[in-house]
């Protein structure tokens, strides 16, 4: 029987649970909530994706998390297959480790956001030792909320969910406290946790978040970037061996893959004379460019404007 499409929008904001297969814990120690809070990282800052609300559990994770027009589906496969990568190679395994593919459901209203929030970070009260003390729990977001510890991880964007509460951060940490205790053992979360299990459905909220525009891959968007960066595309995108046309190439691979949503192998079509691994390697080479040079910072933002 085939698979139900999963719901998604460019608009959207999800709630997304990735839980283990049964055999085996998907976290065996705090080091690996380490490392998947790094990978975590690593691909909001890749994607240019927000998350508002995490808790690592010992068999599952749950994330509130807004994509900004970036594809949830690829999202999630990146941060899953480089954890799974890891994880196998740490514990000397090999095969599937997570269960069948992750659970979506659109945020659509202020309610549920809200709702969604106080789900997450209630979710170590289950753990031992937890219970009425959430807020201490290293590998959840809601301590960082509270103030009852620094997010030394830098993965959590605090203002869209405390400017639910108030404009004052110091009013609106213990206004989200009290919500969220408030809302501990009642039926919602519940039924929550009965919407995530069956995943797939949605409407589009709109709210009062912002969100990248993703243009999607066009010749007049290659010939903008050509000229930010000074280069002739039509001959740099075929030109393998020096070294500035390869920073370009490199560029030209990542923008079509995050701002554009390309497959490596429609990468390789469109560039031309390229492995799909070697593709993977030239945007990875993109996204490092973005982040240690000045002038493909400012070619990347010009090109969201």
């Not at 814990?25 to 975590?40: E, V």
């Not at 480089?82 to 196998?88: G, I, L, M, P, S």
Request: glycine share 6%; proline share 1%.
């Amino acid at each position: 029987m085939p698979r139900t499409s999963r719901v998604k929008s460019e608009e959207s904001m999800y709630h997304i649970m990735s839980r283990s297969i049964s055999e085996v814990d998907l976290f065996q120690d705090d080091g690996d909530k380490d490392r998947y809070l790094m990978l975590l990282k690593q691909y909001i800052e890749k994607f240019h994706c927000k998350i508002y609300a995490y808790s690592l559990m010992d068999n599952h994770v749950h994330l509130y998390i807004n994509p900004e027009g970036f594809d949830i589906s690829t999202f999630m496969k990146s941060l899953n297959s480089a954890y799974v990568a890891y994880f196998n190679k740490q514990h000397q395994r090999h095969g599937h480790l997570f269960q069948g593919r992750f659970a979506s459901k659109i945020v659509d209203n202020d309610t549920y956001s809200l709702t969604l929030s106080a789900y997450i970070h209630n979710n170590a009260k289950d753990l031992p030792g937890y219970a009425g003390k959430e807020e201490i729990y290293r590998y959840s977001s809601y301590g960082i909320y509270t103030g009852a510890r620094k997010d030394t991880d830098k993965v959590i964007d605090k203002e869209f969910l405390l400017g639910h509460f108030s404009n004052d951060e110091s009013i609106a940490k213990e206004k989200m406290r009290a919500f969220t205790e408030s809302m501990r053992d009642t039926g919602i979360m519940k039924e929550v946790d009965a919407n995530i299990t069956r995943a797939y459905t949605g409407n589009v909220y709109n709210s009062e978040k912002r969100r990248i525009i993703r243009p999607g891959i066009t010749e007049e968007l290659i010939k903008r970037m050509s000229e930010l960066l000074g280069q002739k595309h039509e001959e740099t995108l075929k030109s393998k061996y020096n070294r500035q046309t390869s920073n370009f190439r490199a560029f030209t691979a990542y923008i079509m893959r995050v701002l554009c949503d390309f497959s490596y192998k429609k990468i390789c079509e469109y560039v031309g004379n390229m492995s799909m691994s070697g593709v993977s390697a030239l945007a990875n080479k993109g996204f490092r460019l973005l982040k240690e040079q000045i002038l493909y910072q400012n070619a990347f933002y010009a090109l969201l404007t």
